[in-house]
């Protein structure tokens, strides 16, 4: 018998995150739902869900707007295990809180409510939420300092700790002096969560069922509160176009950042538009007005240059791009292989080591390493009515201007004669040319200006 046995572990902590996206959003002016709306690649309520999962939530409630299916099925298929609650109307933050009051009755430690337009909260922002419940606060609030303080609900302190929030609405002249204000995202303690949003009425100005008031109820009942202060930008949350392209703003430039911190070189960064989920290996080079799509990585020392458009598409290591290449989805690119100026690639896997110098579209094919593939080349892959694959063996050479007619398949090899429409498989290793033949008049061109003698034409 183990005579020093080790003490349990802690257990961890049960987490549940509300995320409030029943908002309106009539200053978006737009018929897609202002949650949905995409940052840096990836809707607004797909960032908050992302974040609030890294943050170690155990389940997710979110609650939308009545009749809001699509806000529904978005959530499902970015976070298939959450709970969709419905807020039948509007009646303020702590009201909608309680729609998904079922999924909060069952019980969690901490209970994180968070808003769903509000991109830019960073994963350990919502951690240090949780963590200000662990050390014994019933509520915890997210606070910043505003330059611009009109419209956000006040931090009231007392004595160095939160009194209660006052929002804009509601406050007095001296009230609206604090420039300490509430960012809106909100931990409670999963045990008495409940009580303090019960105790919340609606006696203010807009007659709102207000979640912030969370905090004099939790006063009230004797327990402490915490405020965590994170970067005004951080927190910013968006209501209307130009908000939304200050976080893309705000979100730009943290992806750039961490990228050329983990060794990427961007010589031109703030042209460079990433995607949430862009990867960039080691000394990777971005040149100038680069964009990047959804579901683009990009190998070690491989070069993107100048004004390339990536999406959905594999770049090799040392491989070069560009300049002014657009890869498209499904497009691989191997390893030191070359994809020069004017060039397109849809579905086709390139060798390790082929080049596609200028002026192409590969489209539905896979193309050998080693191959070289001639200026104007265009695979035609599209009948009108089906996509056909063309395969190009290793070490192939197509002429320039060649028409390349699928389904077609090339040899290890071969050779494809400039400005030929090739409709026939080519064997390894052979020559295929299918052009007009080339026919030669001697003096034919004396004969012509004899002929005319007399008129003025175009040298
Ligand atoms: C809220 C805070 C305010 C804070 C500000 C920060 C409250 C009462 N006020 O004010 O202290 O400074 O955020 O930006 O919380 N929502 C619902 N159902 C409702 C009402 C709101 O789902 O019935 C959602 C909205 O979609 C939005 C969020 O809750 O995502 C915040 O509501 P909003 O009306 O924008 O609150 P603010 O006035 O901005
Ligand atoms: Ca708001």
């Excluded at 060039?343 to 080049?355: D, F, P, R, T, W």
Aim: with cysteine; aromatic share 4%.
């Amino acid at each position: 018998m183990p005579s020093n046995p080790s003490p349990p572990n802690p257990s961890p902590r049960v987490c549940l995150a509300i995320v409030l996206a029943a908002g309106e959003g009539t200053r978006m002016k737009s018929a897609l739902p202002k949650v949905l709306h995409p940052v840096a690649g990836r809707s607004m309520l797909g960032h908050v869900l992302a974040g609030v999962a890294e943050a170690g939530a155990d389940a997710v409630a979110v609650v939308v707007g009545p009749g809001r299916d699509d806000v529904a099925a978005q959530a499902r298929a970015l976070a298939p295990k959450a709970e969709i609650f419905a807020q039948e109307q509007r009646l303020g933050t702590a009201h909608a809180v309680l729609a998904a009051g079922e999924a909060l009755a069952r019980g969690c430690d901490d209970l994180l409510v968070v808003f769903a337009d509000t991109p830019l909260i960073t994963p350990a922002t919502y951690k240090a939420l949780r963590a200000a419940l662990r050390d014994g606060a019933g509520v915890a609030v997210l606070g910043f300092e505003a330059a611009d303080p009109s419209g956000y609900g006040r931090l009231l302190m007392e004595n160095g700790a939160l009194a209660a929030i006052r929002e804009h609405k509601d406050a007095s002249a001296a009230e609206r002096k604090t420039t300490l204000c509430n960012a809106g995202l909100m931990a409670l303690d999963g045990s008495r969560a409940m009580a303090f949003l019960e105790a919340i009425g609606n006696h203010n100005s807009q007659g709102e069922y207000y979640l912030t008031d969370a905090v004099a109820a939790a006063r009230a009942a004797g327990a402490k509160t915490a405020v965590v202060i994170a970067p005004e930008a951080e927190v910013m949350g968006v209501n209307d176009r130009l908000q939304l392209a200050k976080a893309e703003a705000g979100m730009q430039q943290r992806l750039r950042d961490a990228a050329m911190m983990e060794g990427v070189t961007m010589t031109a960064p703030e042209t460079v538009f990433l995607c949430f989920d862009t990867r960039l290996a080691r000394d990777v080079v971005i040149e100038p007005n680069v964009f990047f799509g959804p579901g683009v990585s990009v190998g070690e020392g491989a070069v993107i240059h100048a004004a390339s458009h990536l999406a959905g598409c594999e770049v090799g290591a040392r491989a070069s791009v560009g300049p002014f290449a657009r890869l498209r989805p499904g497009a691989v690119i191997g390893e030191g292989a070359k994809i020069g100026n004017f060039v397109e690639i849809k579905a086709s896997q390139i060798g390790a080591g082929a080049a596609v110098s200028h002026l192409t579209y590969i489209g539905d094919a896979s193309v050998g390493a080693k191959a070289n593939i001639g200026a104007g080349t265009i695979t035609c892959n599209y009948d009108g009515f089906d996509k056909a694959r063309t395969v190009i063996g290793e070490g192939a050479f197509i002429g320039s201007n060649s028409s390349l007619v699928a389904p077609l398949t090339i040899g290890e090899g071969a050779y494809v004669g400039s400005g030929s429409v090739i409709t026939k498989d080519v064997a390894p290793g052979a020559l295929a040319v299918a052009r007009g033949r080339q026919i030669e008049k001697a003096g034919w061109a004396e004969g012509l200006r004899k002929a005319r003698a007399g008129r003025t034409g175009k040298r």
